[in-house]
């Protein structure tokens, strides 16, 4: 494990005063902070977050002050600051652990201070959507199977129609909701064999979101990584990451999801695999940190870094390999790559999607201003803290239409939605698409029959 999944946690879930204090608060990551490039506060950046943090801990600010509060929720969690930090501050983690302590101090009722309180309808909310949906894939699927129905039968368009979503203040999320898939990614043990004599044996998360709204990057992940050696396994009893669980304060309700992930891919033989593949940045960046999250669970720490440990992007799986370029096709297209923070800044990759680009034949890439620079997604900030989220989203369209591309290309989900969202709004022709579907589409149809994920 590579020291910059490193997280700041303490066991009492608090931010470790250590991290807190390797701040020196040179500046240097101002210039990288979205929120401080938006708003030029020195609250708003890192620095002043960690002053905040510092407080809090020596109790010279209360940790229900508004300026505490809202400075925690307004960070993206994007991590460019660790990316630049010569100090090497593990900023995750120690925020992470403050959004613990707010969220904590919220369900409580902040009794006796003047701090904000979880409302009922948060509280009930949050209890379904973190207790409940993300936790039991089958009612997730369940649930996303109603949107589909409402997105696929006319009920989404004659809502839009007759103002109802507007009515009931919801026209922005609503507008947000990626479309899901025709068919949904079920992991059941399911094998994918490699078309040809076998080189490496990988399994994939199959994920919440990923699996039902971009099924169709999973089955382009599934061939090509057929097409390189690989056989591909999805084991039974896997769920989400708990990405959304640790980054929005809720710990516990992460390393319950780990473990059961951790079990999963143990099950389906992890000592056999010689990577566990993830095509989504977020959740890469939540499965390698998996031994961090439950270090302090005697019972799970060894298995969780024994895990975190076989975790590879797809893109920094291929570009491990020798890639099979004997098979791919030209791709006459303009692209430029939106970099996902959880892939350039959490686990330092922004080679090897280039890398791989740069494999297709006739495939133009045209490198936009601020690539890494948040898009504002980060998970469900654009939810949280839609006017921030919608200033950088538009901010990130601008830079990419600024290259005369033709399609945007990145490799996480909220990235996606976040983008396609903001070009419908302007009615721009330009595509979102994930590198692995342009490395699919360049293969071009297999040579032999393989099943579907």
Known sequence: MTDNVLLGFSGADSPDPGVINSCVHCGLCLPSCPTYRETLLEMASPRGRIYLMRGVSDGAISLASDVFVDQMGLCLNCRACEAVCPSGVKYGGILEASRVQVQRLRAEGAAGTAGPRMGAR?????????????????????????????????????????????????????????????????????????????????????GCVMATAFADVHGATVRVLQRNGCEVVFPAGQGCCGALHTHGGDLDGGRALARANIAAFEAAGLDTLDAIVINAAGCGSTLKEYGHLLADDPAWAARAMAFADKVRDVHEFLASIPLNTRDLRPLPRTVTFQEPCHLAHAQRITAQPRKLLAAIPQLKVLEM?????????????????????????????????ATGAEIVVTANPGCAIQLETELGRRHAPQKVRYIVELLDESYGPPNVETDKP
Not at 374 to 393: D, F, H, K
């Open 369 to 401: 201003a601020e690539s890494a620079l948040c898009c504002g997604s980060a998970g469900v900030y654009n939810i949280t803290q839609p006017e921030m989220a919608g200033r950088l989203g538009a901010r990130k369209v601008d830079n990419a239409l």
């Open 122 to 206: 948060e509280r009930l909310v949050r209890g379904f959507v973190f207790g409940r949906l993300f936790r039991d894939m089958g009612l997730f699927r369940a649930f996303s199977g109603l949107l589909r129905f409402y997105q696929r039968s006319g009920l989404q368009a004659l809502a839009r129609k007759l103002g109802v979503l507007k009515l009931l203040g919801m026209a922005e999320m609503e507008h947000m909701l990626p479309r899901m898939s025709a068919r949904f990614v079920v992991p059941r043990g399911q094998a994918h064999p490699a078309p040809a004599a076998r080189q490496y044996r990988v399994a994939m998360l199959s």
